[in-house]
Every structure is written in C-alpha cells, then in structure tokens.
C-alpha cells in the first residue's frame, strides 16, 4: 500500500483489534493495553498513515494549534516571548500559527479572522491594538493578553509587567542623582502598558515634590523610525533651549535616539542629562556609554502566559478576567 492509501479499518485488520480501538490509539483517548498501542503504532509507521488532520479537526472540534498576534517580529522584547511560547507548545502537541501585525487594526482584525477559520484552540495576543475585536471569533476559544489590556473579561486572561513599578523606579533613580527637571519621552499612543509607565512617573515626581510639566512630556510620532524619531524631537527640545537635566524613556530605542541628540549637541551623559530606558534591550548594554534601564521578565511573562493558557485550553473555565503582574528591576549602567 502507499502513503496515506490505508485506511483506520485496514490498520484494524492487520493490528487485529477494532477500528474503534484504532480510533483511542490515534487519538490517545479512552482505554487500552500498552501492548495493543505497541500493534496498532507499528502497523501505522509501516505504512506512514498520517491523519487527516482538517478532519480530524471537525470532527473533535479541535486543531492542536494556536495562535499569535504580534505587533512587531522584529522587536526584541516581543520576539523573545513569541519563540517562548512556540517552543512551550510544541511541547505539548500544538502547531502555532504566528501573525505579525504590524500595529495595523485592520490587519488585525484580518488575521483573527483567518485564525478563527482555521479553528485554533487558543489565542495569545501581545501587546499591539488596545482594543481586542473579539466579536470576529465565532467561536469562544480561550484568549491570553501580554501587556494588552483587553476590553473583554470572560475566558481570557490579562498578563503584564509591572509597568506603573518601572515608571516609578526609573523616575526615582534619576531623582536620586540629582535630576529634578526630567523629561518623559514617550510615543503617541495610549496603550495601557504605556499610560502606567507614564502614571508612575508622575508619581515618582510629586512623592519627592517636583510635578510634571507639559513641556517635559515629549511624545513622538509612531509613523516613523524609533530612533531617529525620538532624536529629532530631542534635538527639537535643545533647539528650544528648555532646561532638563534628566530624561525617562519608555524604551531603549527612544532612549538611545535621546542619548545620540545629546553626543550631537555636545550634552555629557551622564554629567549633564541622566537617562532611564525600558524593557532592557540588548541594544541597551552596548551602546556608549551602556544605558540605564528597566527590565521586564520576559521569561516570567511567557512562563505565565503558556501555563494559563494550557489550563483554559485543559477545560479550565474563567468566569472573569485573569489578571498577572510581574514584577520589573532597575538595571543601573553608565547614563545614570
């Protein structure tokens, strides 16, 4: 016989059991001797049966498969949990179909339409859109959001940083060398990972009595290049001659875009401006001089993720919102 021309009733024939029995076997459900899997299995690799597995998919209303919505492959922070969480469910048996955004709402919403006609089991959804458009699933699958809050609260589960924490201590940290005019350099957006990084900036101001002011929240465009974005609106703000001495950056591409604005204009780092990054990127340990910054645990926030989601797609019911928050570290280097 050739590949794939067997069928379950021939490999029940030459095994000697039942085509239902055949059936448990391939599905590793219900009872059996380890000795009839043993027949059945060596019957199988003899004649390379393989699955149908679209209908096996209909027919269990299952596809061993799931999958996630990234904003951006190419960014180290998201890149990392992606490979974490492929690696984590391969090793339980599942396939993972990974849809690179592009912060684009409408390919997006695309892609969990696509992701719902090939019947995954679950959704991981990283960051990105803040609103989830959910209401595209026909079906109720178990949703896992990383640093994305979701507008949804039944059968999904919320899991972040500590970003409010991290605003907080990379605020502080400059405050403790001195700075009391400190800029916030932040995209345009309103993510709610970035507005606790911004709430705990503030905060961090007013416990050592100093307040934000609105000419220190610098905000650049997302249409652009991090880097040279961010660089142009510091070269903006020296350009205006406004007095800071201290700059917190939501990440490290908009920190080092900072600290390059500065080397241009002949401003000593860390002498004159002090600067805190986030997310501790590896670019963040070998620019110069190396940058102080924020780390999330990336491991912490797959780890997390990968097991919840296990548990919902294990029959694990959620009534409402499951909600994680791990904690961050200060990494103190060289702009501080």
């Not at 900036?201 to 416990?207: C, E, F, I, R, V």
């Not at 903006?236 to 201290?246: A, N």
């Not at 002090?274 to 001089?289: A, R």
């Not at 548990?311 to 959620?318: A, T, Y």
Request: with cysteine; net charge neutral.
């Amino acid at each position: 016989m050739k590949k794939n021309q067997i069928s379950i009733k021939d490999i029940a024939r030459l095994s000697g059991v039942s085509v239902a029995t055949v059936s448990r076997v391939i599905n590793e459900n219900g009872r059996f001797s380890e000795e009839t899997r043993q027949k059945v299995n060596e019957v199988i690799q003899k004649y390379q049966y393989e699955t149908n597995s679209i209908a096996k998919s209909l027919r269990m209303s299952k596809s061993q498969t799931i999958g996630v919505l990234v904003p951006d492959i190419n960014n180290e922070f998201f890149s990392v949990i992606v490979q974490k969480v492929e690696s984590f469910f391969f090793k339980q048996g599942y396939s993972t179909i990974i849809c690179n955004t592009a912060k684009d709402a409408e390919k997006e919403r695309e892609y969990l339409k696509t992701l719902d006609g090939k019947m995954v089991d679950g959704l991981v959804c990283i960051s990105g859109q803040e609103e989830l458009s959910a209401e595209l699933l026909k079906r109720p699958i178990p949703i896992v959001c990383i640093d994305r809050r979701p507008k949804i609260n039944t059968n999904v589960a919320f899991i972040e940083s500590n970003h409010y924490e991290g605003g907080f201590l990379a605020t502080e940290e400059l405050i403790n060398k001195g700075c009391k005019e400190i800029l916030l350099l932040t995209k345009q957006n309103n993510l709610s990972s970035v507005n606790e990084r911004l709430y705990g900036y503030k905060d961090a101001l007013q416990k050592h009595g100093l307040y934000p002011s609105e000419d220190r929240l610098v905000a650049v465009r997302n249409d652009g290049p991090t880097l040279e974005t961010a660089q142009a609106a510091i070269e903006r703000v020296l350009e205006k001659k406004l007095r800071f001495d201290g700059i917190f950056a939501t990440n490290d591409w908009l920190a080092l875009g900072a600290l390059l604005a500065l080397q241009k204009y002949g401003v000593q780092v860390p002498g004159e401006v002090k600067i805190v990054g986030f997310d501790n990127d590896t670019i963040s340990q070998y620019c110069n001089p190396p940058l102080t910054t924020i780390e999330q645990d990336k491991e912490t926030l797959a780890d997390h993720a990968c097991n919840m989601l296990l548990r919902m797609l294990n029959g694990e019911k959620i009534e409402r919102e499951q909600h994680y928050s791990v904690p961050v570290r200060l990494i103190q280097r060289s702009t501080t």
